[in-house]
């Protein structure tokens, strides 16, 4: 036995459905034309450099034109060395790496 489950209705062709999807669709499109049109126009592209940001930049190009250490100290650190009259003050190292830790870490 065969029941009518739409109360004897009937029910919605495919090509209903298929101009209800075209109608949805150029609905679709509409909005987003409109939201398009609505849309500000940027009149340029700009970049502006926080404070950190050039001061980093600064010391970059410091960094680039230095040559990384004082030759002369090092030509005078390694004569004492060879010639045994560098000494080392195990309290100033100790201080100074505390110090440089805190810093870094602290």
């Given amino acids: 036995m065969v029941s009518n489950v739409n109360n004897g209705q009937q029910q919605p062709s495919v090509l209903t459905n298929t101009k209800q999807k075209k109608l949805d669709l150029q ?5 987003a034309a409109a939201a398009k049109s609505a849309a500000p126009k940027a009149s340029a592209d700009s970049v502006s450099l926080t404070p ?14 230095s040559s990384g250490f004082d030759s ?10 060879s010639e045994g009259k560098y000494q080392i003050d195990a309290e100033k190292l100790a ?8 810093d870094v870490y602290g």
């Fill in 95 to 102: 201080k100074n790496i505390a110090a440089f830790e805190f």
């Fill in 72 to 81: 002369n100290k090092v030509a005078e650190l390694k004569k004492a060395i």
């Fill in 52 to 65: 950190q940001a050039k001061q980093l930049k600064s010391l970059q190009e410091k960094a680039e034109q």
């Fill in 27 to 31: 609905k679709d499109n509409a909005n």
